[in-house]
C-alpha cells in the first residue's frame, strides 16, 4: 500500500511518516491510494455513456434507422455504423437490408455484444 503526499502529490510508501521528496508530514496530509481508486471508479460506473446497451433499443433501431446504421451508433460500432451510413448514401438506401437483417440478429442473440464486448441487457 502506497498513499500521495499531500503536499507534493508524489507517491509515498506507507512506511514513511514524513515525504522523501519534500519532507511534509504525512500522516496529517496525504490520501491513500485506495481512496483514489474508489473515487475515480465511482465516477467511472456513473458516466451515461457507459451504461449497457438495451436489445431492444438496438434491435428497434435496427430495424428502422438500420438504413443509416443508427443501431451500431447505439452499440458503439462506430467503424460499422459509418459505413452503413455512406453506403445508404450512395445506394439510395438499397443497403437498408443490412442493417434489417442486423435486427433480426440482434432478437435473435446473434449479436449479443456491444462494440466494447459488453453484453446487451
Ligand atoms: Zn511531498
Redesign the pocket.
Known sequence: MSKI?G??G?K?DDKYHN?P????NLPYSSVSQQTIDKVSKTDYNYTETDLPKSRKVAALLALFTGILGIHNFYLGYYKKAMIQLILGIVTFGFSGIWGFLEGILIIFEVIKVDGKGRPLV
Open positions: 503526499c503536499n507534493c508524489s509515498v515525504c521528496t519534500c519532507g511534509a
